[in-house]
């Protein structure tokens, strides 16, 4: 659902070639979502799984895994691109994202060499380059938005992740409109969520914390954060926003909970499906006072969670998550 009185926007956290030129269109002509994000993994699992890359793989025989597999992902990619350009040229969202091999993620050279390099060759406006929320990450950043490459901050954790982030989009916007009469870049910090709750829930549910609230409300504090800043081309993006297999809890619940004004959320299939048939969609439920939030991670602090210690973890956890991932999909294309 796209909500212009609240500028917030619905993106489906899922590439795959047939979806894109069938069901994915449909989502857009019913203004369901404006936008659409890929990773490692939904790459791994759509070109390992689906029969539609096998003609295309055909005529890449003799190049390197890397080069099928940024073969693959660009055509996917520019596809996408086209279908959304649309809302991105009624400067509406209208971005699709795709990310930069997760093994250059320490080497802030590389992953600018890398992004400018595949938006060259997507050559559509309206896609984001993903770029994951480390220190070379931020060099990256700035420097991607400075020559006008749209920016997707990918694996945000933690409240200063945001904040660097925020920093560098903001620096590398300031020097791109200083340099270009026109043209339009813009960033999103994609706040990670559901994962914190299926790493502490079974801890908290022992402690008599009432559990599956934590992403929500690390998500809440860092949206205070980004909309304090009130940048009008960076956004937040709620991620990691669909309900796994154990986690009790209504199928759109990370939706629901995190909806809020000027916010994008990208959420896999099945959650935009349970969202659409929520009669109660469209409420608003950020922001969350910020002492309520204090209270929150005070009473984990007091209870021995050390919410640095799990940033730190789950960060670690997503980038290999990614590494692992993509070293899949070149395995299976070699």
């Keep these: 659902m796209i909500d212009e009185r609240s500028g917030f926007s619905l993106w489906v956290d899922f590439i795959e070639r047939d979806f894109i030129n069938t069901k994915f269109k449909k989502m857009l002509e019913d203004e369901i979502v404006d936008g659409a994000t890929s990773n490692p993994s939904i790459f791994a699992n759509a070109i390992i799984n689906s029969p539609a890359y096998k003609e295309q793989l055909k005529e890449l025989e003799g190049l390197s895994a890397k080069e099928k597999y940024e073969a693959l992902a660009v055509a996917d990619i520019k596809a996408a691109a086209k279908a959304l350009r649309p809302f991105y040229e009624q400067a509406l969202e209208g971005y699709v994202s795709i990310e930069v091999d997760p093994f250059l993620s320490n080497d802030a050279k590389a992953t600018i060499e890398e992004g400018v390099r595949l938006f060259k060759e997507i050559d559509e406006p309206n896609v984001m380059i993903k770029v994951p929320a480390t220190e070379a990450g931020y060099e990256a950043m700035e420097e991607l938005m400075a020559k006008g490459i749209s920016v997707n901050a990918t694996l945000v954790f933690s409240p200063k992740q945001a904040i660097e982030a925020l920093n560098a989009m903001k620096k590398g916007v300031s020097r791109f409109t200083s340099e270009f009469d026109e043209g339009r870049v813009e960033g999103v910090i994609s706040i990670f969520v559901s994962r914190f709750d299926r790493k502490l829930d079974d801890k908290l549910k022992k402690l008599g914390i009432p559990p599956s609230k934590t992403g929500i409300f690390n998500a809440a504090k860092i949206y205070n954060i980004i ?22 809890l209504p199928k759109d619940y990370y939706i629901t909970s995190l909806y809020a004004k000027h916010s994008i959320n990208t959420a896999p299939l099945d959650t935009i499906e349970a969202f659409e048939a929520n009669p109660n969609k469209g409420e608003l439920a950020l922001p969350i006072c910020p002492e309520v939030i204090d209270d929150y991670f005070k009473r984990l602090e007091q209870n021995g969670i050390s919410m640095p210690q799990v940033y730190k973890e789950l960060m670690d956890e997503g980038l290999k998550a990614f590494e692992d991932a993509f070293s899949k999909i070149l395995d299976s294309l070699k």
């Design 227 to 248: 909309r304090e800043n009130r940048h009008p081309a960076i956004k937040a993006l709620f991620a990691s926003t669909g309900v796994k297999e154990g986690q009790d």
